[in-house]
T-cell receptor, first 112, second 118 residues
Framework: DAKTTQPNSMESNEEEPVHLPCNHS???????IHWYRQLPSQGPEYVIH???SNVNNRMASLAIAEDRKSSTLILHRATLRDAAVYYC?????????????FGTGTRLTVIP | GAGVSQSPSNKVTEKGKDVELRCDPI?????LYWYRQRLGQGLEFLIY????????KSGLPSDRFSAERTGESVSTLTIQRTQQEDSAVYLC????????????????FGPGTRLTVL
C-alpha cells in the first residue's frame, strides 16, 4: 500500500472546526482512503473512508483533492472527546493483504 | 451488540515465560487481525485470518509468535520465551470482510492486552 504523510500534532479550540491533512502523493487509482482514530487507552475506531468523491457521515467529512494526492478529514465542531491520534490509511482494492498500515498519525489536542 | 473483547486486559510476565492472549471477535465476522502497538508508536500488523483460508502470517516478528483461530470464533496469540522487547499493547480486530471486500471493510478493534515483560 502507498505511504501517507501527516503532521505529528495539531491543536484546536473546542467547538471550532478542525481540518486534519494527509498527503499521499503516490496513491494509485485503486487505493481507498481510510481514516481511523485512537482515543487514549483504547483500540482504534473507524471514522470514514472514500475513493474519489467527498464523503460525509455522522462523525466527520472527508474532502479528497481532485488529483487524489491529498485529503482532509474535517471535524465540524471539535469536542474534548475528539482528542485522539488520527490515522490516514490507504488500502488497495486489489491487495491480497487486508491489514491496515498505521503510520504515526496526527495527535489532536482539543483546548477547552 | 457486543464488540471485540480481549483478555486479559493486562499481563505481567517474566522474561522467558510463555503467554497466551485471547480475542473474541464480533459474532459473524469472518476476518480477524492481530496488531502490536509499542509505547508511543503506531500499530504493527502481526497476522490475519480470513474464513477457512490459510492465515497471513507475514507480520509475525519471529518464530516465537504464533496464533490460532477456531473456525470463525476465538483466536489465541501465543508468545513463547517472552523478551522485554515484546512489551506492548496487543490489539485484535475483526471485520465482516465478506460483505464489502478487503478494500472497504471496517475493522472493529478490541481494547487490547497490555503485556509487560520484566
Amino acid at each position: 500500500d502507498a505511504k501517507t504523510t501527516q503532521p505529528n500534532s495539531m491543536e484546536s479550540n473546542e467547538e471550532e472546526p478542525v481540518h486534519l491533512p494527509c498527503n499521499h502523493s503516490t496513491i494509485s487509482g485503486t487505493d481507498y482512503i481510510h481514516w481511523y482514530r485512537q482515543l487514549p487507552s483504547q483500540g482504534p475506531e473507524y471514522v470514514i473512508h472514500g475513493l474519489t468523491s467527498n464523503v460525509n457521515n455522522r462523525m466527520a467529512s472527508l474532502a479528497i483533492a481532485e488529483d487524489r494526492k491529498s485529503s482532509t478529514l474535517i471535524l465540524h465542531r471539535a469536542t474534548l472527546r475528539d482528542a485522539a491520534v488520527y490515522y490516514c490509511i490507504l488500502r488497495d482494492v486489489y491487495s491480497g493483504a487486508n491489514n491496515l498500515f498505521f503510520g504515526t498519525g496526527t495527535r489532536l489536542t482539543v483546548i477547552p | 451488540g457486543a464488540g471485540v473483547s480481549q483478555s486479559p486486559s493486562n499481563k505481567v510476565t517474566e522474561k522467558g515465560k510463555d503467554v497466551e492472549l485471547r480475542c473474541d471477535p464480533i459474532s459473524g465476522h469472518t476476518a480477524l487481525y492481530w496488531y502490536r502497538q509499542r509505547l508511543g508508536q503506531g500499530l504493527e500488523f502481526l497476522i490475519y485470518f480470513q474464513g477457512n483460508s490459510a492465515p497471513d502470517k507475514s507480520g509475525l516478528p519471529s518464530d516465537r509468535f504464533s496464533a490460532e483461530r477456531t473456525g470463525e470464533s476465538v483466536s489465541t496469540l501465543t508468545i513463547q520465551r517472552t523478551q522485554q522487547e515484546d512489551s506492548a499493547v496487543y490489539l485484535c480486530a475483526s471485520s465482516d470482510w465478506s460483505t464489502s471486500g478487503g478494500s472497504t471493510d471496517t475493522q472493529y478493534f478490541g481494547p487490547g492486552t497490555r503485556l509487560t515483560v520484566l
